[in-house]
Nanobody, 124 residues
C-alpha cells in the first residue's frame, strides 16, 4: 500500500514562494509516476505537474509553467513542488498522487494513490 503525506503549505503573499513536499512510502514507489494536483473551493480537482520515475520527463499545466518546478528524490522517497511567483489564483488544497506505469497523466482518475492534501493560500 502506497502512503503519501504532503507538507509545506501555508499563507503567502502574491509574488512569494512556497515549497511543497510529499513523503512517500510503499512498494515500487521509485517506479511510479508522481503528480501534483490542486482543488479550489467549488472547483474540480485539476492537474498541476507530473514527473516520471527517473525524473527525465516532466509535465506541467499551462497555468503554472515557468513558475512551478516538480522534482523527486527516489533515495529519500520524496517529491517536491517548488512554487514561485505565486498568484491568488494558485490558492487551493494541493494533493500529491502516485500511479503505476510511465504515462504522465493529467487526469485525476488515472492515479491510484492520494495524500490528504495541504492548503496553500495566496493573498493579493
Amino acid at each position: 500500500q502506497v502512503q503519501l503525506v504532503e507538507s509545506g503549505g501555508g499563507l503567502m503573499q502574491a509574488g512569494g514562494s512556497l515549497r511543497l513536499s510529499c513523503a512517500a512510502s510503499g512498494p515500487t514507489l521509485s517506479r511510479r509516476v508522481m503528480g501534483w494536483f490542486r482543488q479550489a473551493p467549488g472547483k474540480e480537482r485539476e492537474f498541476v505537474a507530473a514527473i516520471d520515475s527517473s525524473s527525465n520527463v516532466k509535465n506541467y499545466a499551462d497555468s503554472v509553467k515557468g513558475r512551478f518546478t516538480i522534482s523527486r528524490d527516489n533515495a529519500k522517497n520524496t517529491v517536491v513542488l517548488q512554487m514561485n511567483s505565486l498568484k491568488p489564483e494558485d490558492t487551493a488544497v494541493y494533493y500529491c498522487a502516485a500511479r503505476a506505469g510511465s504515462w504522465l497523466s493529467s487526469i485525476p482518475r488515472a492515479y491510484d494513490y492520494w495524500g490528504q492534501g495541504t492548503q496553500v493560500t495566496v493573498s493579493s
